[in-house]
Nanobody
Framework: QVQLVESGGGLVQAGGSLTLSCAASRSIVSINTIGWYRQAPGKQREWVARIIRGAYINYAEPVKGRFTISADNAKNTVSLQMNGLKPEDTAVYYC??????????WGQGTQVTVSS
């Protein structure tokens, strides 16, 4: 079992920045994959960024060059630094963990709203 708690969402103007944080209830060092998804109104949840085995980082095309994911293994947290925000980045952002036992865990989500 892994509990995930996100924080850091809010309202920002286009071009601005926000940093999301996800606190995990256990060590994330050995977790298979930890990362972020988002879901905009009326759309399916989509993957944003992830860290695989603590070493490999991937980004979805729409956020490449603007978002940065990082992990603090000592604090069991993963962050998403979002720069150059666009109105289309507006969504509920979810922290996600996938374990070696093929289990998936989600946080409760945090709202990010980007005004034009």
């Amino acid at each position: 079992q892994v509990q995930l708690v996100e924080s850091g969402g809010g309202l920002v103007q286009a071009g601005g920045s926000l940093t999301l944080s996800c606190a995990a209830s256990r060590s994330i060092v050995s977790i298979n994959t930890i990362g972020w998804y988002r879901q905009a109104p009326g759309k399916q949840r989509e993957w944003v960024a992830r860290i695989i085995r603590g070493a490999y980082i991937n980004y979805a095309e729409p956020v490449k060059g603007r978002f940065t994911i990082s992990a603090d293994n000592a604090k069991n947290t993963v962050s998403l630094q979002m720069n150059g925000l666009k109105p289309e980045d507006t969504a509920v952002y979810y922290c996600h963990v996938h374990t070696d036992q093929d289990n998936n865990y989600w946080g409760q989500g945090t709202q990010v709203t980007v005004s034009s």
